[in-house]
């Protein structure tokens, strides 16, 4: 997926979920591509404080696609999407990972994130 198409991706998930949070938290996101266990994603980190950060992820990779639906993974239309907050005081990640159809501006499937470490 060219970086273009994840920025365009990451406007219109945030206008489809008018969620303010979101949207104040990840305005000024700049997004890297990394690869890891062969599947690409383009991510953003944004430093709230010393000890939390918000991550956005975004990727059109199965391997993501399968962490959120097994079924859906090979569906080209679809992306996946990862929004985390990670709490290092707390020791803790709270969130959400969900499939996004681009194409109609929809959610697929969702899934709720909370981890204690």
Do not use: W
């Amino acid at each position: 997926m060219p970086a273009e198409n994840a920025k365009n991706i990451y406007k219109a998930f945030l206008t489809v979920k008018q969620d303010n949070a979101l949207n104040t938290n990840f305005q000024n996101c700049q997004f890297e591509y990394k690869v890891a266990n062969k599947a690409g994603a383009y991510s953003c980190e944004v430093p709230v404080t010393e000890n939390q950060k918000y991550f956005f992820v975004i990727s059109d990779a199965k391997e993501f696609k399968n962490e959120v639906n097994p079924i859906k993974q090979d569906a080209q239309e679809l992306v996946y999407i990862a929004y985390l907050n990670y709490d290092q005081g707390a020791r803790k990640i709270t969130g959400e990972k969900l499939l996004f159809s681009p194409k109609e501006n929809l959610i697929i499937d969702s899934q709720e994130i909370k981890k204690h470490f």
